[in-house]
């Protein structure tokens, strides 16, 4: 790649930043040149965040409508998935399962709450609720 | 602060590991490209491992594990990285303090997700983040991350919580730097010995490693169902592995073309410039692969895997014959 086909596209997924990308400058050098994004890259980043994204809100609707906890919903919301969540917590995934019920997570006592609410970078009241 | 010890510069690099290595050898003594850093470690490889599921995605890696390029430079360079490991965020957080009032400047594993300066479509829940303190003011950590162009500040609790994150590849906290007692510039040989190491890992004959690696994953988006979602996410992701995660572009193609660059004049071996020109039009082609199955995954153009799965089988076969032709070089001198 040449330092001028370094792409520039401003992808929104960078937040403002830019990445350094190896290209070759007109005195034939391969150096580090400042990339404000590549379409392709934001495709697929977008990908990976809609993911989480659709999975969590379709968690969102199924706490209101009373049909999961709130847990099911946060653990989308950060990005989990129930093994990212269970490595975290130190919970085993059938029981963080077992959470996912809103009858069990309602009996949920202090000690557990805080250990996912602490995981999630949550408080214990944040994580009762879905916004 | 030590009064002795010059400011930290910070560079910006493409990796985060080879850019932390690289940025605190040259503070403490030992100026060092990013690229010759990446290249000493060996780092180039590649690995697709379907039965390692992250995500309930496959393992697709175009780089040695994390830690390989601190251990292999460590190594090449006879540089000795002290590392220290944490049983509690009190702790590591008390050593951090104690090491940055010293005036030293520390390397830090950390979770990229919880890093609040990071742009907030890039933050998952990768363990394996690399960055530097410098410094602290107040209730921030001043900090260098390699792969932000500029120095950044991190909240404490921030960055303690982004250090002492659980699960696959728990950093504990870990910092490192070097002491430099012992160290040497690179020699001709020690850089010829890198590239040799990765031309015989890129051609062994196995199907998960190397160009093998390659093929194989050829294969299975060959099956990919088009009418399955998961089969574009496969893509997808091939495609983040490749570009998105700090690679220099092209799966670190590019930096380790720059790296036979630099290795030309270094061991006076010219013919390694040619290998580098070479290395470069496979990273062109890898982008091609890269751009080609973006348009596919975001509907602008038909998702076709056989044709994603000839890119990804000719650049099987470019690599294979590139790492055959580079290592028979060596073999000679």
Redesign the interface.
Known sequence: ?ESRDVPQERN?????????????DESG????V?SAG????E???????A?FQVKAKAARLRALAGECSPLEYWMYA????L??LA????IWRWRIRRHFRPAAFARLGDPLLRRYAE?L?LSPDALRRVP | MRNSSPPFQHRHAAHCESGVVANLLSHHGLPISEPMTFGLAAALTFAYLPFIRIQEMPLVAYRKPPRAILNGASRALGVRFRIERFRSPQEGEARLDELLTEGRVVGLQTSVYWLTYFPEDMRFHFNAHNLVAYGSDGDDYLVSDPVIEEPVRCARADLTRARFARGVLAPHGLLYYPELSAAREPSPAMIIRAIRRVARMMIVPLPFVGAGGIRTMGRKIARLDPASPLSARLVGHIVRMQEEIGTGGAGFRFLFAAFLQEASEATQQHQLAEYSNRLMEIGDEWRAFALAAARMVKGRDRFDPPALASLVQHLAQREKSFFKDLRADLARC
């Open positions: 790649m929104v997924t960078l937040g403002g930043y830019h990445k350094a990308v190896y290209a070759r050098r391969i150096v580090p400042k590549w379409e392709a890259e495709t697929v980043t977008q990908q990976a965040v993911i950060r990005r989990m998935d093994s990212t490595q975290n917590t130190g995981a970078g």
